[in-house]
């Protein structure tokens, strides 16, 4: 069974094979992806907080819901 360190080790051995072009290709996807995984965390957490809070959010829609899920401010920000 491989672990998150193989595969980690796996792609550190395919690196050097690769050009320049494609190291900045692997770095742009990779810094996609942890922006991705952070946001989907953050929109996690605020529909967390308004299931525990039901009675701040008054809506007609799943649609409805989300908008003012994502409109709602953030604990740090407030």
Do not use: G, N, W
């Not at 996690?44 to 003012?68: G, H, I, N, Y």
């Amino acid at each position: 069974m491989k672990t998150h360190a193989d595969e980690i080790e796996q792609i550190k051995e395919i690196l050097p094979l690769l050009p320049e072009t494609a190291l900045h290709e692997i770095r742009d996807f990779a810094f996609y992806l942890a922006d991705r995984e952070e946001r989907r965390r953050a929109l996690v957490a605020r529909v967390l907080k308004a299931e525990q809070e039901p009675d701040t959010v008054t809506c007609r829609s799943a649609e409805e819901f989300m908008k003012a899920i994502e409109s709602a401010e953030d604990d740090d920000q407030a």
